[in-house]
């Protein structure tokens, strides 16, 4: 798999899955989510579509409350090889359609895992950042530790 240039560091859209795969609007792919969310028993806090003006780059968000935990999903439009605002849209759409289907898949593994196991890295802690935004920060340890006993807590289950 190709990769944009080193500053990004994520594949190009073109390489990945879902370019030029459909029709439906980002909006409709976020909607969709957002109903799945709901179904489950969730409460849908924010749907966004954003950009990172430091970095140039677009991205769609959910924030969902299920019961007291919180969690975010973001997902970054990939740059394309070149560049074409033709083909700005269609990586928006393959965004959107990628956290649809996570967000999919997620909630199918929250039947069995509960939802706390299944999200557990866009979990948010106590500094507002999710458990994958500390992946590389050690001092956070004890926020991401002092979430992990609740991960099998039986209420847990929709």
Same mark, same amino acid.
């Given at each position: 798999?190709?990769t944009?240039?080193?500053?990004?560091?994520?594949?190009?859209?073109?390489?990945?899955?879902?370019w030029?795969?459909?029709?439906?609007?980002?909006?409709?792919?976020?909607s969709?989510?957002?109903a799945?969310?709901?179904?489950?028993?969730?409460?849908?806090l924010i749907? @966004?579509?954003?950009?990172?003006?430091? %970095?140039?780059?677009?991205?769609y968000?959910?924030?969902?409350r299920?019961?007291?935990?919180?969690?975010? !999903? $973001?997902?970054p439009v !990939?740059? $394309?090889?070149?560049?074409r605002?033709?083909?700005?849209q269609?990586a928006?759409?393959?965004a959107a359609?990628? !956290?649809?289907h996570?967000?999919? @898949?997620?909630?199918?593994?929250?039947?069995?895992?509960?939802?706390?196991?299944?999200?557990?890295?866009h979990?948010?802690?106590?500094?507002?950042r999710?458990?994958?935004?500390?992946?590389q920060?050690?001092a956070?340890?004890?926020? %991401?530790?002092?979430?992990?006993?609740? !991960?099998?807590a039986?209420?847990?289950?929709?």
């Amino acid at each position: 798999m190709k990769t944009s240039p080193a500053h990004t560091a994520l594949p190009f859209a073109e390489t990945v899955s879902y370019w030029k795969s459909g029709t439906s609007s980002p909006d409709k792919w976020l909607s969709d989510a957002a109903a799945l969310i709901a179904k489950r028993g969730g409460q849908l806090l924010i749907s @966004a579509f954003g950009v990172d003006q430091t %970095i140039q780059r677009e991205a769609y968000c959910l924030r969902f409350r299920f019961k007291e935990d919180l969690f975010s !999903l $973001t997902w970054p439009v !990939l740059p $394309t090889r070149r560049g074409r605002p033709d083909e700005q849209q269609a990586a928006r759409r393959q965004a959107a359609t990628m !956290l649809f289907h996570d967000v999919k @898949a997620k909630l199918l593994a929250a039947e069995v895992l509960g939802m706390r196991r299944a999200f557990f890295s866009h979990l948010l802690l106590g500094d507002g950042r999710t458990v994958v935004d500390h992946a590389q920060d050690v001092a956070a340890l004890p926020q %991401i530790l002092e979430a992990t006993p609740r !991960l099998t807590a039986p209420e847990d289950h929709p």
